[in-house]
């Protein structure tokens, strides 16, 4: 399907910034019209071949510029139960990634120029969230040691306690990022998104941006997201014992009980940026404008440091030599 303009039949994009449909081309809002089609091998709007993956849900036609949302690939099953709308728009990804590398001295001349920024897309992420509650049985003996000094002894008392814990705890929309493409540890450091915006998935809010069905089933991504749950009740639990100066444990039982798994689309602005026969991949939060990657380190950059910071120097002595003389 596409999303049309009911004024002047060009192609309307969700606009992060507005928080609705936008039309472009005559700047109207809520403009849109849903011409639906089924077509996975060309593009409606101006009949050109598509190459697409088999996962691709959402792309735009190198030929016309449209935005091509795949009918069969967002209905059962492959339907999203809730998406997180873009909230930053491309403008502010890039402001977000000028702030976020200003200051790095030796990142490429052309890194942030405008031709190399143009290649900048929305990706909607499909993402698996599960919910969990977990009981962790803890027994254990803590002991607390308190020391003093009267007259020429010093005394330690060492007090041993019993302890017990019972935990009970609910986790809400784990999530676990279920795109083979989207580095695993690249979406890790993208969290945290703030789930209260999540809302019921409407195609419309594809249109402007690329997508993907999810790529592999919630089984098997849970395990990721029980690692999560795990990591988080064994904090929970080492807060809880804190105070004892040491603590030997009898027994612990954590058990995690999956209630509930949900589809959902995650917003993620990505930026591709080649050096030197490398590729460079950097990623926007497209909720919060939090930045992933790392700078690619320009030989020629680091050249031109050291010769000013040389010259400097030379300035420096030329002019300590200089009032040497005038003494
Ligand atoms: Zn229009
Ligand atoms: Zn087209």
């Not at 491309?90 to 920024?117: G, I, Q, W, Y």
């Amino acid at each position: 399907m596409i999303f049309k303009c009911k004024n002047c039949g060009g192609n309307t994009v969700y606009a992060p910034d507005k928080g609705r449909m936008y039309c472009p081309h005559c700047e109207s809002t809520d403009s849109e019209e849903k011409i639906g089609d089924n077509s996975l091998v060309q593009c409606v709007n101006c009949g050109a071949p598509l190459q697409l993956s088999e996962y691709t849900s959402a792309c735009r036609c190198e030929h016309c510029g449209t935005y091509l949302i795949f009918d069969e690939r967002v209905s059962a099953p492959y339907e999203p139960s809730l998406i997180l709308p873009f909230h930053v728009s491309r403008e502010m990804a890039v402001l977000h990634l000028e702030r976020e590398f200003a200051n790095r001295l030796f990142a490429p001349s052309d890194f942030m120029s405008a031709k190399s920024l143009e290649k900048m897309e929305g990706i909607y992420v499909p993402f698996w969230l599960y919910d969990y509650d977990i009981n962790y049985d803890f027994a254990g003996e803590g002991t607390r040691i308190r020391t003093w000094r009267s007259g020429d002894m010093e005394y330690t008392e060492t007090s041993y306690y019993e302890v017990i814990r019972k935990m009970d705890a609910d986790f809400e929309r784990v999530p676990a990022d279920a795109s083979y493409v989207m580095a695993d540890g690249i979406m890790d450091l993208m969290e945290p998104y703030d789930y209260q915006a999540l809302t019921a998935f409407a195609p419309k809010y594809m249109s402007g941006f690329l997508s993907e069905r999810y790529n592999q089933q919630a089984d098997e991504l849970a395990s990721r997201a029980e690692d999560k749950v795990r990591e988080a009740s064994e904090n929970l639990l080492q807060g809880s014992l804190a105070g004892y100066t040491t603590m030997r444990t009898y027994h612990k039982n954590l058990s995690l009980h999956k209630k509930y798994t949900c589809y959902a689309l995650m917003p993620v602005w990505q930026y591709v940026y080649r050096y030197k026969d490398k590729t460079y991949l950097y990623h926007v939060n497209g909720q919060t404008g939090k930045v992933v990657g790392a700078t690619p380190v320009s030989r020629a950059r680091v050249v031109a440091y050291g010769v000013s910071v040389f010259a400097l120097a030379t300035a420096i002595c030329g002019l300590a030599i200089h009032v040497l003389e005038i003494l």
